[in-house]
């Protein structure tokens, strides 16, 4: 019998990936655990008989002269295999280490080791499911373990072990039934955790009644509740005595408590107001506190909404619980999103009585009973799954299509999150919540005195993302897969056998439905074809194979079109029918239920589907835009579909204008303006022309930490080469790189361009000592480039136009900015270009009305990222020589803050920042 208490940690670092091709092995660490703790280690440098690449070297630290008096592999060989034995091997990637010395082993003339793994990899993945990386650094340091020289085996091996002892210690924690649930699936994870899972089983058969709630069977964490206390008075004003009384330290600030005064007589009047507060002045603390007053003052609530959820975060832990103190008393704040946004419980325990179809789908129903045990919010985007498992939480989200019974919500989240709310002196939500006007529980707003708008600049950009519609053809075939038709032994299939089982359908019914599938699935490929087609006539003569262009500019017959919604359409009413008589069946097979589920799901994404289809193709609104996308090299499998709203005034004057006059309205923002167009934004908000814009600066000692440089010998584009511009642009950003040492942003306005620069960085090898991120190039998504990026002092962003959009750089993470263009919209842009067309027809010029105030205030925005504190250091490098030769240079010159701008050549402004940074 194997002593399941015996595991030894393994980590090596090699020459390469492949011992196949002859890399080797240039360090090994062993860590021994018996009973929870660690009992030996074992560290040996290892000759691997060739040189070390200089990739390897620079990743782990580890050079040639480390490795040249040291023994080859086969002098440990048989002591590593000795302390392998009776062991259960562990490693942060098992697939790499234990591969690879296997190879060794062999190679050394052993037999092959055999016995147990566990992945740590996997089993942090499954453990912490809400965490936002799972390599090695990023996972222990988000656990407190330390780790201070990643990529060498000795550390990493260490590292390891805690990092193993400390889920294995979590896992025990985990309550009875929810390990019972994991250990049915656990054979089919990849390593040998299910032993685990196993072993914490039996630790837990007969333990005392824990503390969870449950749903189905399944342990949730008991949800805090809001308890409404008894009123309490808090006095008016006198916020700096406040705010010193509670914060010894506090920094007066002349524009926070001027803010905080405009706001409280705004609040209490119902007056409406535009904030315009930079960086650096205390904006959250300058509304939350006189939004407190008020909501105890009138027992009224106040609703603040937000864009980006780090803001959100910030508000319940960080200056909900400063206010709290400064007003002395509790301060109830609750957060809600949008339906979507949580977890359908009902649903959930449905899929956890099937047999799941894959990998994904079985990790991510684990990841999800463990996440269980802990959320208090329901909130699916806390989970960090894969891309398949992302189907699967797709299946399990809250609809409005579904109602619950009333013992589904007590245990419901967004229930629980409304209740939370209407108790609550202050709702934080987003504005797509807002916005969005199928709000099903609008009663939740009832209460509520006044609104404020953080970040209201971006409420153009949530109207336009809630109102936007997609057709994408790959997302509709994957559909079509999951049905099936009958002989393909898909969803149909089950649906019919299980109609002929228990009798909720007929046979005409269900040849009906197929028939019907049938007929709008060719149609489907007929009206693809004929997109196909028409989008490559029009660019047929085009040098790039990404191609976009507006709908309206293609040749298109929509009769096809009318008929496909026509027979789409039919079908959902058909299975809509089918669903009800199933519903009014009584008694039903567990399989029977989750076939009907699994059918349920599909039949609403095709309602939704439906709707895509008929406002891009069949019934396009008037003021709305809508374009095609597509490589020219895979149609039609390439092509997506997109239909925004024109103009958002009405959509936002849906939410406020009702309740305008009667409760208070405050937007504010750090860039709610530009110099040459005050009202470039609340113009786009149908805010009243007789509502100003208020500004309320920082210190005047702000952005002493800042400097601007416009480099005045870079090329003029229109008169050389793409190539010999790009080359120019990465001389100037390794120029900058080095001299700063890291911690830039590099902002394009092109993702070719982009592109080829980075390309061509990575080809001279000058910054193989940084760590590069490109978006578009790199994978993840933005928030993930961004916390990637944030991770490690030699780092490099590189990002469009839209890396800006409602992303947050907390904290002292960027050094200098460079902008390689001036962040104008392409001409070619399809929105861009319905929107300046239309703006040209009222005899306006579009340039200066909506392109140039659209570039400042983006340009702004870039600014704001660099200088969040009094006491941070930051470079402004733009690259684009158009903000000094053409007359509207001066616009985005003159919104940037008061800071010394230095206009010099490249080399001059290399030699002034190795000047400044060794005056700091």
């Not at 020289?149 to 009875?176: C, N, Q, V, W």
């Not at 009902?346 to 999800?368: C, H, K, N, P, W």
């Not at 039609?636 to 024109?646: D, E, I």
């Amino acid at each position: 019998m194997m002593n399941t208490q015996k595991y030894v940690v393994v980590d090596i670092e090699t020459t390469g990936h492949s011992p196949a091709k002859g890399d080797r092995i240039i360090q090994i660490a062993l860590v021994t655990i018996e009973k929870g703790v660690i009992v030996d280690t074992y560290m040996k440098f290892i000759n691997p008989g060739k040189k070390i690449p200089v990739f390897i070297q620079d990743l782990t630290n580890i050079s040639d002269k480390d490795v040249a008096t040291a023994p080859p592999f086969e002098d440990f060989a048989e002591t590593i295999f000795e302390k392998l034995q009776d062991a259960i091997f562990v490693a942060h990637n098992t697939n790499f280490d234990l591969t690879f010395l296997q190879a060794e082993l062999k190679r050394s003339g052993l037999p092959k080791w055999h016995g147990l793994a566990m992945d740590t990899v996997e089993l942090t993945r499954l453990m912490y499911p809400t965490a936002f990386s799972y390599k090695l650094q990023d996972i222990a340091a988000e656990l407190g373990i330390p780790l201070t020289s990643a990529h060498r085996a000795d550390e990493d091996a260490i590292a390891t072990a805690h990092l193993f002892l400390r889920a294995k210690e979590d896992m025990g924690r985990l309550p009875y039934d929810t390990l019972s649930l994991l250990h049915k699936r656990s054979f089919q994870l990849k390593s040998d955790l299910s032993r685990l899972v196993f072993e914490m089983m039996q630790k837990k058969r007969n333990a005392q009644p824990d503390l969870f709630d449950r749903f189905n069977g399944i342990p949730l964490k008991i949800k805090n509740r809001i308890s409404n206390t008894a009123p309490v008075e808090v006095p008016s004003g006198d916020w700096q005595n406040r705010l010193e009384r509670a914060f010894p330290n506090f920094e007066r600030r002349k524009s926070q408590i001027d803010m905080m005064n405009s706001i409280q007589n705004t609040l209490f009047e119902n007056g409406e107001m535009v904030i315009e507060a930079s960086t650096g002045m205390g904006k959250t603390i300058a509304y939350l506190l006189p939004a407190a007053e008020f909501a105890f003052a009138t027992n009224k609530q106040v609703v603040v909404s937000t864009y980006t959820t780090h803001l959100q975060d910030q508000l319940l832990q960080n200056e909900g619980k400063i206010v709290e103190r400064a007003i002395g008393a509790p301060l109830r704040i609750a957060l809600i999103k949008g339906l979507g946004h949580y977890i359908d419980l009902t649903r959930f325990a449905e899929l956890l009585q099937g047999d799941d179809e894959s990998y994904d789908e079985t990790f991510t129903i684990m990841q999800v009973l463990i996440w269980l045990t802990s959320t208090e919010t329901g909130d699916l985007n806390e989970l960090n799954v894969s891309s398949g498992g992302q189907f699967l939480l797709d299946k399990i989200r809250r609809s409005h299509l579904r109602r619950l019974t009333p013992p589904e919500k007590r245990y419901d989240y967004y229930e629980n999150a409304l209740m939370q709310a209407k108790e609550a002196h202050i709702i934080v939500t987003n504005h797509a919540f807002l916005l969005n006007q199928r709000v099903p529980n609008p009663a939740v707003l009832e209460n509520v005195g006044a609104f404020i708008w953080d970040e209201a600049h971006q409420v153009v950009q949530a109207a336009v993302a809630q109102h936007e519609k997609t057709f994408v053809y790959t997302q509709w075939k994957y559909i079509f897969g999951q049905l099936g038709l009958y002989d393909e032994q898909q969803l149909f299939s089950k649906l019919y056998e299980a109609a002929d089982r228990t009798g909720f359908s007929t046979v005409p019914e269900l040849l009906k439905l197929e028939s019907l599938f049938i007929k709008f699935v060719a149609l489907f490929d007929e009206v693809s074809a004929i997109l196909s087609a028409s989008f490559s006539e029009k660019f047929r003569n085009s040098r790039h194979q990404k191609c976009s262009s507006l709908l309206s500019e293609l040749d298109i017959n929509k009769d096809r079109f009318f008929d496909m919604l026509r027979y789409l359409n039919e079908w959902i009413d058909l299975s809509q029918l089918i669903l009800q008589k199933a519903d009014r069946l009584t008694e039903k097979t567990v399989s029977d239920r989750i076939i009907l589920t699994d059918w349920r799901h599909w039949t609403e994404e095709l309602m939704l589907k439906a709707v895509e289809f008929s406002e891009i193709f069949v019934f396009p609104l008037a003021d709305e835009v809508s374009w095609i996308e597509g490589d020219l090299r895979s149609l039609p499998n390439s092509l997506s579909f997109y239909k925004r709203p024109f103009e958002v005034t009405s959509l936002v004057e849906n939410v406020i204008g009702p309740v305008r006059g009667t409760k208070a309205v405050v937007w504010l923002s750090g860039t709610m303006s530009v110099p040459s167009n005050e009202r470039f934004i609340v113009n786009q908000l149908g805010i009243p022309r007789n509502v100003p814009i208020s500004k309320f600066d920082p210190p005047k000692d702000f952005y002493q930490g800042a400097r601007v440089f416009v480099v005045d010998d870079m090329p003029d584009i229109q008169q050389v080469s793409q190539s010999e511009y790009i080359e120019s642009v990465a001389d100037a950003v390794v120029q900058t790189v080095l001299v700063t040492e890291g911690r830039c942003f590099v902002l394009f306005t092109s993702q070719d361009m982009l592109r080829k620069t980075v390309e061509l960085i990575q080809d001279t090898g000058l910054l193989d000592d940084y760590m590069l991120f490109a978006q578009g190039i790199s994978s993840g998504s933005r928030l993930r480039l961004l916390k990637s990026f944030q991770r490690f002092q030699k780092s490099v962003l590189f990002g469009t136009n839209s890396f800006w959009e409602g992303v947050d750089v907390p904290g002292d993470a960027l050094r200098a900015v460079v902008v390689v263009r001036l962040p104008f919209t392409s001409p070619d842009e399809p929105i861009f270009k319905a929107r300046t067309e239309a703006i040209a027809k009222e005899g306006v010029n579009p340039f200066l009305q909506y392109a140039l105030p659209e570039a400042v205030l983006r340009l702004r925005q870039g600014f704001g990222r660099l200088i969040r504190s009094k006491n941070d250091k930051g470079l402004f490098i733009v690259l684009d020589r158009r903000i000094e030769t053409k007359s509207y240079g001066k616009e985005f010159l003159s919104a940037l803050p008061k800071v010394k701008v230095s206009k010099v050549s490249l080399e001059k402004m290399v030699t002034d920042i190795e000047d400044w940074y060794n005056k700091q």
